[in-house]
């Protein structure tokens, strides 16, 4: 079945440093996604990717999919001690009718202030 | 803008009971999707509904059940409670159309004893 992983599980930097957390999958998808939890709290949608795009930005978060590897690279620029999260990758995929997200094991980053 | 409500936002159960936890979706989305979260795994898709009728199941356990209703509103069930069902339930909903957008609830915290 189809499964993102995650990659690195932990990652702890310095206030203002840059993070990128990577994501690798398994099958051809439709879209990936980012998303952030906080600990134990609700997900939050960050970002989008679709199949046919290669490059994605929002505001300090630029996200790349390289579909011929089958992976997405999430880069936080200029991180804040507020970007300390969990965050995942979900995709879903074609001939899929109920649009199911598959997760990725998520990185759980720590940005220390 | 209003969002997923999720309700109650924590369970604590004996095993061997039943719980039901329920979810509103925003206004106007017709889909919605139930995740469990187990503590430190990623969310795992169980179930979706599409305009009251079973959309995609995923890992959703035999004693677990359930079901959409016409205002769009979701319920899940479930009976015969284990130590392994503690975990986040999260409901997400979208738009059928545009289904790979699902916007996530806070998450119901099921603790069972």
């Known amino acids: 079945s189809q499964q993102g992983e995650e990659d690195p599980q932990a990652l702890s930097i310095q206030e203002g440093e840059n993070a990128t957390m990577n994501c690798s999958y398994k099958t051809s998808i439709n879209n990936l996604q980012w998303y952030r939890q906080n600990s134990g709290r609700g997900l939050v949608h960050l970002i989008l990717?679709?199949?046919?795009?290669r490059e994605k930005h929002s505001g300090r978060l630029r996200v790349t999919l390289d579909t011929s590897k089958k992976s997405s690279s999430l880069l936080i620029t200029a991180s804040r001690a507020a970007d300390t999260a969990s965050y995942f990758c979900?995709?879903?995929?074609?001939?899929?009718?109920?649009?199911?997200?598959?997760f990725g094991g998520g990185t759980r980053l720590m940005v220390k202030p | 803008a209003a969002g997923v409500i999720q309700s109650p936002r924590h369970l604590i159960k004996e095993k061997r009971e039943t719980a039901t936890l329920k979810c509103y979706p925003i206004p106007r989305h017709d889909t919605v999707y139930w995740y469990q979260q187990g503590p430190g795994q990623d969310p795992q898709f169980l179930i979706s509904?599409?305009?009251?009728?079973?959309?995609d199941k995923g890992s959703i356990p035999d004693r677990f059940s359930a079901q959409q209703f016409s205002d769009y509103h979701s319920e899940l069930n479930m009976s015969s409670l284990e130590l392994g069902d503690s975990a986040l339930y999260f409901c997400?909903?979208?738009?059928?159309?545009?289904?790979?957008?699902?916007?996530f609830g806070p998450g119901t915290r099921l603790t069972v004893l």
């Open positions: 990717i679709r199949s046919n795009e």
């Open positions: 997400a909903s979208s738009l059928w159309r545009a289904a790979n957008e699902q916007f």
């Open positions: 979900a995709t879903d995929y074609p001939n899929n009718a109920g649009n199911m997200l598959t």
């Open positions: 509904f599409y305009e009251k009728m079973q959309s």
